[in-house]
C-alpha cells in the first residue's frame, strides 16, 4: 500500500468566471468551480449544459472564451500540468489490434513515475485483460483497459468521463472500489455520470451545471436538501382526492393499496393523517433522492 | 507551542516547483515506447504490409526480370528501372501510413486522447515516420536483393548505401503529405483520397518504366516523387535531369508546406 500523496495546497483545478462561447452560442457562462485535493467531485448536469465544454477546457483542448482555467496552478496546456493528470474520454476507439498489456505501457510511457505494469492490473483487476487484443473485448472490458490506461501514470488529478456507462454490475461496483482505493492514497477525482445512484455512492461533493453555470454544489446530502419536498407512502383508506386539497401536499396519488403523497411539510402531513385515518398502517417517509432533487433543480433553471 | 500554517499563496510555487522533471531518458523512452508499437502495429496488419511490400516486388519482378526476357540488360537501363521502383516503394507506406493511419486515429478519438494525455510533443506522429522508414527500409532491402540476384544488375556497395540512405530519408515528405491528408479527411474518406493522389503522382512523376506522353514530361516534374527519383538517380550514379540539389530543396520545401498547413488545420480543429 502506498502512502497518501502530499496534497496540494491550492485547488487541484479550478475554473474562474470562464466563458466559452461557439458563435451566438454560449456553451460557458462564468464557470466558477474548484476542484480540491483529494476529494471526488461529481459534475452532473443535463445535456447541452456545459459539461462536455468545462471537461475540454479542463484537459487544454480548448482555450476559454474569457476566465481562466487551472490544474495545479498552471495552465492545462503545460505539459507539467498535464503530466499529473489521467483520463479516460468517452467515445474513444483505441487501435483494435493493440493488447491491452501494450496500450497502458504506451500511456505510461508519458509519465515521469508510472506504476509498475503488474499494480496496474492487479488494482483495475484486468489482468486476465493484458495479453489480449483491445478489438477482442466487450465492452465492459473496454471501459476498464481505458480506465486502467487513466490510472496508470499516478495522476494527482484523474478525471473519468462516463467511466461506467456499458459495465456490467459486478465491473462496476469494482471500478468504484478501486476509485475509492485511490481516493483514500490521495488522488483528486472528477467525474461526470448519468447514473446519479454513482454520485451518490461515491461523491464527497456534487456540482450540477446548467446553462453553463453552476445552479448547485455542495454533498449528496445538501443538494438533496435542496429539495424541500419528501414522500410519504402508507396503506390507508383514503383516497388521493381526499389529501390533495391539503394545505402542504403537492401531490397524491394512489399505487395499488399504498396512498403516495409528495409533500413540503412531512410531519404535519403524517399527524393529520393518522389522525384522520385510525386503520393506517405501514407508514414510510422518505426524503427526494439526488435524481428527484437533479431534476428538480434543472427544471427550475429551464424556466 | 503554536501551529503555523503556510498560506497557499507562499506554498504554492514551492510545490510546483517540486513536480518532479521528465528525465531525458523517459522522454525518449516514450518516443521509442510509440515508434516500437508503430512498427509492431503495421507488422500485425497484413492488409497494409501486403500492399506496400508485395506490390513494389511485384511490378519489379515483371518489369525488371519478365519482359527483360534473357538477353543481358542495358545497365543504365536496368538501374533506372531499379530506382523507379525502390522509389515507388518508399512513397507508399508514408503516404499510406500516415493518410489513413492519422485520419482513423483522428476520427476515432485517439488523436484527442493523446492531446490530453501526457504525450511528448508529437510522439504518435514520429512513430508513425519511424514505422514507415522501417517499412521502406525492409522492402529496398529486398528488391536490391531481388535486383542484385535475379535481375544481373550490379550494384557497388556504395552505391545500393547511398540508394537505401536516399530512400529511407525520402519516406519524410511523402509522410507529411500523408500527414496533410490525414488532418484535412475522414477515416472513411482517407483511402479513396489517398490512391486518388498517388496512383496518378506515380504514373505521371515518371517512375515506372515507360516513357510518358511529351507533354507530360515535363509535367512530371511538379510532382514530389518526380525529385525523389532524380535523387535516387544520382545515388545510383546515373545522370539526371535537374541538379539534385535542386531536387533535394524541392522536397524539403514541399515537406515544409505540407506540416505547415497540416499544423494550422490540427491547432484549428484538433
Known amino acids: 500500500m502506498y502512502a497518501p500523496q502530499p496534497l496540494y495546497p491550492g485547488p487541484v483545478a479550478s475554473f474562474t468566471g470562464v466563458y466559452k462561447r461557439y458563435g451566438n452560442v454560449h456553451a460557458l457562462d462564468g464557470l466558477d468551480l474548484e476542484v480540491r485535493p483529494g476529494e471526488l467531485l461529481a459534475i452532473l448536469g443535463p445535456n447541452g449544459a456545459g459539461k462536455s465544454t468545462a471537461i475540454s477546457l479542463l484537459l487544454g483542448l480548448q482555450e476559454p472564451s474569457q476566465g481562466q482555467v487551472a490544474i495545479f496552478g498552471e495552465s492545462p496546456r503545460m505539459m507539467d500540468a498535464r503530466r499529473k493528470l489521467g483520463v479516460m474520454m468517452q467515445e474513444v476507439t483505441l487501435a483494435p489490434d493493440m493488447r491491452v498489456r501494450e496500450l497502458i505501457d504506451t500511456t505510461s510511457s508519458y509519465y515521469v513515475d508510472p506504476m509498475p505494469m503488474h499494480e496496474v492490473l492487479d488494482l483495475t483487476q484486468t489482468a486476465s485483460l493484458a495479453n489480449k487484443p483491445y478489438g477482442k473485448l466487450s465492452g465492459g472490458q473496454k471501459r476498464l483497459s481505458q480506465f486502467a490506461m487513466a490510472i496508470c501514470g499516478r495522476p494527482k488529478l484523474l478525471f473519468l468521463d462516463e467511466p461506467t456507462v456499458g459495465l456490467d454490475v459486478q465491473a462496476r461496483e469494482r471500478m468504484w472500489f478501486t476509485l475509492r482505493e485511490l481516493v483514500k492514497r490521495g488522488t483528486s477525482i472528477v467525474l461526470t455520470t448519468h447514473y446519479l445512484e454513482e454520485a451518490e455512492a461515491l461523491a464527497d461533493r456534487v456540482v450540477v451545471l446548467a446553462k453553463g453555470r453552476v445552479i448547485a454544489s455542495g454533498t449528496v446530502n445538501e443538494i438533496r436538501s435542496v429539495v424541500a419536498r419528501k414522500k410519504i407512502s402508507c396503506v390507508t383508506a383514503l383516497e388521493p382526492r381526499d389529501v390533495r386539497h391539503w394545505s402542504g401536499v403537492q401531490d397524491a396519488r394512489r399505487d395499488q393499496q399504498r396512498l403516495e403523497i409528495t409533500v413540503t411539510n412531512a410531519e404535519k402531513i403524517v399527524r393529520q393523517l393518522l389522525a384522520t385515518d385510525n386503520d393506517l398502517t405501514e407508514l414510510e417517509v422518505s426524503r427526494a433522492g439526488l435524481a428527484e432533487a437533479f431534476n428538480e433543480l434543472t427544471q427550475e433553471t429551464a424556466q | ?270
Do not use: D
Not at chain 2, 485517439?110 to 506522429?125: C, D, E, G, S
Not at chain 2, 488532418?183 to 505521371?204: H, K, R, T
Open chain 2, 1 to 270: 507551542m503554536s501551529t503555523v500554517m503556510p498560506s497557499p499563496s507562499l506554498t504554492l510555487p514551492a510545490v510546483r516547483n517540486a513536480s518532479p522533471r521528465m528525465p531525458i531518458s523517459r522522454l525518449l523512452r516514450a518516443y521509442w515506447t510509440e515508434a516500437r508499437y508503430e512498427v509492431l502495429r503495421t507488422l500485425r496488419t497484413p492488409a497494409f504490409l501486403i500492399p506496400t511490400i508485395a506490390l513494389p516486388v511485384m511490378l519489379y519482378v515483371f518489369f525488371g526480370i519478365v519482359l527483360q526476357g534473357s538477353k543481358p540488360p542495358n545497365p543504365q537501363i536496368a538501374l533506372q528501372v531499379l530506382s523507379g521502383f525502390t522509389m515507388f516503394s518508399v512513397i507508399g507506406p508514408g503516404v499510406f501510413g500516415l493518410g489513413i493511419g492519422f485520419a482513423m486515429e483522428r476520427q476515432h478519438g485517439i488523436v484527442t486522447l493523446k492531446r490530453a494525455q501526457p504525450m511528448p510533443f508529437a510522439a504518435n506522429l514520429i512513430g508513425k515516420l519511424f514505422s514507415a522508414m522501417s517499412i521502406s527500409l525492409l522492402v529496398i532491402t529486398l528488391l536490391l536483393t531481388i535486383a542484385t540476384t535475379f535481375a544481373h544488375v550490379e550494384l557497388t556497395a556504395g552505391q545500393a548505401a547511398r540508394a537505401t540512405l536516399v530512400g529511407v530519408l525520402g519516406v519524410v515528405p511523402f509522410c507529411a503529405l500523408g500527414l496533410l491528408i490525414g488532418s484535412l479527411v475522414s477515416g472513411n474518406g482517407a483511402p479513396a483520397i489517398v490512391n486518388l493522389i498517388f496512383f496518378p503522382m506515380i504514373y505521371l512523376s515518371g517512375l515506372f518504366p515507360f516513357p510518358l506522353p511529351k507533354a507530360l514530361q515535363t509535367a512530371a516534374m511538379i510532382w514530389p516523387a518526380f525529385h525523389l527519383n532524380q535523387l535516387s538517380l544520382a545515388a545510383l550514379g546515373l545522370p539526371t535531369q535537374l541538379n539534385p540539389w535542386i531536387s533535394a530543396e524541392v522536397l524539403i520545401g514541399f515537406a515544409g508546406v505540407c506540416l505547415y498547413f497540416a499544423a494550422r488545420r490540427l491547432m484549428r480543429v484538433g
